[in-house]
Nanobody, 123 residues
């Protein structure tokens, strides 16, 4: 079993920054990749970024590239999402997810999900 606990969401003005954290515990194999997804109001959940725990290789969605950075602290088994130059369209519930694959951008590849944290960007 894997537990994911997110923190760091909140309300921020456009152009501001936030850092989300996700602390993972449980079976190491099931957390080979740690990803961030988001679900805007009334829309489907979408990929934001993913990082591979073993070597730090990372992938980021085109919509946030250059603004969002994913990183991890292996010792703390924690993954971060640093978000800068935030836009109102970044408003969503952000979810941390873990999976056993070597990489994936799709929701179905992730077996474990956090409870989600709300990020609201005001214009």
């Amino acid at each position: 079993q894997v537990q994911l606990v997110e923190s760091g969401g909140g309300l921020v003005q456009a152009g501001g920054s936030l850092r989300l954290s996700c602390a993972a515990s449980g079976r190491a194999f099931s957390t080979n990749i740690l990803g961030w997804f988001r679900q805007p109001p009334g829309k489907e959940r979408e990929f934001v970024a993913v990082i591979r725990a073993s070597d730090g290789a990372a992938w980021t969605a085109d919509s946030v590239k250059g603004r969002f950075t994913i990183s991890r602290d292996k010792a703390k088994n924690t993954v971060y999402l640093q978000m800068t130059s935030l836009k109102p369209e970044d408003t969503a519930v952000y979810y941390c997810a873990a999976g056993p694959k070597t990489t994936s951008l799709i929701v179905a590849a992730y077996n474990y999900w956090g409870q989600g944290t709300q990020v609201t960007v005001s214009s």
